[in-house]
């Protein structure tokens, strides 16, 4: 347990906080002022199925942490992360080697928009990504230059990150979103401009006196007209506290990690 401690602060760097996560099994590091990870990442790592040995790519992975549970959760075959800002990939290597994850997960610097030049067409199974949520006409861009990347369109539309979803991904492979409620009909459109059809969605609630706030979307290339729409995800109770059925995602993805394949 000690060397362990002293493993993980020798990992951390000045400004960085060591989290855990999903009890306690998965630790992962944080900028204590800069980009950190939110619930819609640990929902989108929830709705993510994958197949015994099959491939992941994350676009824009940021700090990783989508990558490490799945890590966990499946038996995955390739996985792979690309970012874009050189301190989130330094950040997030040095996470995976505190989870003992070399063997399986590799992240990458890299532009999502300049994916050809890191990657062979149709590379992966199942590519995920999570992207930034607001053009750049929309909104205060944030003086930290990590959450703006993160959050406005700077280095990336979803058209660039769906553009390049359909370069790597198998055909017949799975393309996984998540992305604001109010950008819905625009996500859908631009999918289906890309050949990679909505398959799975589900609307996620604040609470279930609000309107839809994310949605969530598996889309699969070629894939054939045909819209499977989930019951919605409420995340807080109205006096607050979370939902079962959130406290019931997060027994199951800590339960997941209970594991190593």
Known sequence: MLEDMVRQDNLRREGETIDALLGGRLKILQKERGYRFSV???LLAHFVQLTTGGS????????????LILSHRFKCGRMVGVEIQEELVDMAGRSVKMNGLEDKVEVLLGDVREIKSLFAPQSFD???FNPPYRRLSSG???????KAVARHEIKGTMGDFLLS???IVKETGCVYI???AVRLTEL???MRENDIEPKRL???HSSRSSEGEFIQVQGKRGGGEELKVLPPLFIYEEKGGYTEEMESIFRELSDSLSFSS
Do not use: H, K, W
């Open 140 to 146: 205060r861009i944030n003086p930290d230059q990590e």
């Open 202 to 204: 589900r609307m996620v």
């Open 56 to 67: 992941v790519i994350d676009l824009g992975t940021g700090s990783g942490v989508i990558l």
């Open 165 to 167: 979803a359909r370069y």
């Open 126 to 128: 199942v590519v995920i």
């Open 178 to 180: 998540i992305y604001p």
């Open 40 to 42: 819609d990442s640990l």
């Open 188 to 190: 859908l459109f631009r």
